[in-house]
C-alpha cells in the first residue's frame, strides 16, 4: 500500500511534518477540522510538500529524518529547495 511524507504549513509559519496512508489533500482535510489533536490548535492549515512511498516503513524512515532536522538550518533549506521542486506544492 502507498504511503506518503507530507507537510504543511499555517499562517505563522510553523510547520508540521506527517505520514499517512491515504491521500495528502484528504488528510489536509483532517488537520483543518481539528480532528488531529497535535495540530487542532494552529489552523489552518496548508499543504505545501509530499512524498509518495511503497510503503509506512519507508515513509516512517524519512519522517524520522526530516524531523531530526526540525527548527534547524537543514529543515530550512530542505523548504526552500522543496518549494522550488516539481515534487513541493505551494
Known amino acids: 500500500m502507498k504511503a506518503f511524507l507530507y507537510i504543511l504549513e499555517n499562517t505563522a509559519k510553523s510547520h508540521y511534518v506527517g505520514i499517512t496512508e491515504s491521500e495528502p489533500e484528504k488528510r489536509l482535510i483532517r488537520h483543518n477540522k481539528g ?9 489552518p ?9 511503497e510503503n509506512m516503513k519507508e515513509a516512517r524512515l524519512r519522517e524520522r529524518q526530516i524531523k531530526s532536522w526540525h527548527g534547524g ?10 518549494a522550488g521542486s516539481s515534487n513541493g506544492r505551494t
Open 35 to 43: 480532528d488531529v489533536f497535535s495540530t487542532k490548535y494552529k489552523r
Open 45 to 53: 492549515w496548508k499543504l505545501i510538500y509530499v512524498e509518495e512511498f
Open 73 to 82: 538550518n537543514a529543515f530550512r533549506k530542505f523548504l526552500v529547495k522543496a
